[in-house]
């Protein structure tokens, strides 16, 4: 691929206290809290049957294709217990229906959560196979496709959405109720067994409505990662930021990262929340990291960084983005009065809530997912403006083939985002 990789090779970071992956014990232990037994029900609360008849028919075909092929072989990367990445021998994904068609991603990336997800400290059940954030070429498209053809470039939503209910007509691409909610590739039996990105070929259920397009001049390798982290970065300021800059130029935009240093999520987020709040004209823009290495490349990318211990002598913010897994109730006590408290959310441990201060202050906490479809073009657009450069959050780049050494690197070694070109 004529991708330019070379150009943002960088030296992956190494962080001084390396995150420890679980074993099959304690990440099936994990399932037990009463934050995780939560999140179940309203995965089911609504297309339960949907979502089982789906899943039944996956693991079906997986085993009616070992017993007799009918269809090619890919290689597929799976993650288990204990960091373990290694290449799997699955079916090729079956010919796209109607409105369907088959991508071959070119450059995959790590999502924060990938980090998280591989180490055994999220919700998500190991084993599964990896990747939903990149860039693709078209293989096959149904007859009914209209906008992309075999050969086009394209950016693939980390989110199945089908283009045509309410929710995606609305832009609330996220919450599609054509399928199961919290429908997506890479996350195995809770996202749905949609598919994976560190893989051959990847099936789109609703190719019109999904796909976008690359524009001419733009590297895959700095788009991969608008397939999702970079869409969830912009909507925590796009909605909030030009108001409060009309009002203050000045200001404050607080990005709250990791607060212990060993954290098992990704930083990306964090980085490009700030490269986006500069892109909407912010002046002022810091990141707070407990890890050292993630500080350093914040002040690379031109943000202040800053420690946690720091936040206790600063005045409250009045935009202030969450983006712990440890404590959501320290980005609340940073929004200052009438502010706005933005949360990536959704891997909290059970947090305190301070809701008298909150009261007094008049504060607003927004937490959910992204409807990253419906962003996809505004941040391009961004990016073809010449405003917003995500590849210099990119840490390492590498090639599909060496996807479970490079990954294992960055995972155990602290790396911030590492992009897989094939
Ligand atoms: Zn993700
Ligand atoms: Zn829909």
């Not at 288990?80 to 079916?91: E, I, M, N, Q, T």
């Not at 992204?370 to 590849?391: A, C, F, S, Y």
């Amino acid at each position: 691929m004529d991708s330019g990789a070379e150009a943002y090779r960088v030296s992956p970071m190494i962080g001084s206290s390396r995150p420890r992956p679980r074993g099959w014990l304690r990440h099936y232990a994990g399932f037990l809290t009463p934050d995780a037994a939560a999140a179940m029900p309203v995965l089911l609360e609504r297309d339960r049957v949907q979502r089982l008849r789906r899943l039944g028919a996956s693991i079906g075909d997986g085993a009616g294709q070992r017993l007799r092929r009918t269809r090619p072989r890919m290689r597929s990367l799976q993650a288990a217990p204990g960091a373990r990445l290694s290449w799997h021998d699955v079916p090729a994904p079956a010919p796209p229906g109607p409105d369907g068609a088959i991508v071959h991603p070119i450059a995959c990336s790590t999502c924060d959560l990938d980090c998280g997800i591989v180490l055994g400290a999220t919700q998500f059940a190991l084993p599964l196979h990896l990747g939903h954030e990149c860039v693709a070429e078209v293989l096959a498209v149904g007859e009914r496709v209209r906008t992309v053809k075999p050969g086009d470039r394209v950016i693939v939503p980390f989110q199945i959405n089908c283009g045509a209910c309410p929710d995606c007509r609305a832009g609330r691409t996220g919450s599609c109720t054509s399928v199961p909610p919290a429908s997506m590739y890479g996350m195995g039996l809770a996202g749905g067994l949609w598919g994976s990105a560190f893989a051959d070929e990847l099936p789109v259920p609703f190719a019109d409505a999904m796909l976008v397009a690359l524009p001419a001049g733009i590297d895959p390798v700095a788009a991969a990662s608008v397939a999702d982290n970079v869409c969830d970065a912009y909507r925590h300021i796009a909605p909030h930021l030009p108001a409060l800059l009309e009002e203050d130029p000045d200001a404050e935009v607080l990005i709250v990262a990791a607060l212990e240093r060993r954290t098992p999520f990704g930083s990306s987020a964090p980085l490009y929340i700030g490269l986006i709040a500069r892109a909407f004209g912010a002046r002022n823009v810091s990141v707070v990291d407990a890890r050292p290495a993630v500080r350093a490349h914040a002040e690379r990318l031109g943000l202040n960084a800053l420690k946690p211990r720091e936040l206790r002598r600063r005045a409250p913010a009045p935009l202030v983005v969450d983006a712990t897994v440890e404590d959501l109730g320290v980005s609340l006590a940073q929004t200052a009065a009438d502010g706005i408290c933005s949360s990536l959310g959704g891997f909290h441990r059970s947090t305190r809530i301070p809701l008298m201060q909150m009261y007094v202050r008049n504060a607003t906490l927004h937490i959910g997912r992204t409807h990253t479809r419906h962003l996809i073009p505004k941040v391009l657009e961004l990016m073809l403006e010449d405003r917003l450069h995500p590849e210099g959050v990119i840490t390492s780049v590498g090639v599909l083939d060496d996807a479970p050494r490079v990954l294992r690197e960055q995972f155990l070694g602290g790396g911030v985002k590492t992009v897989l070109t094939a």
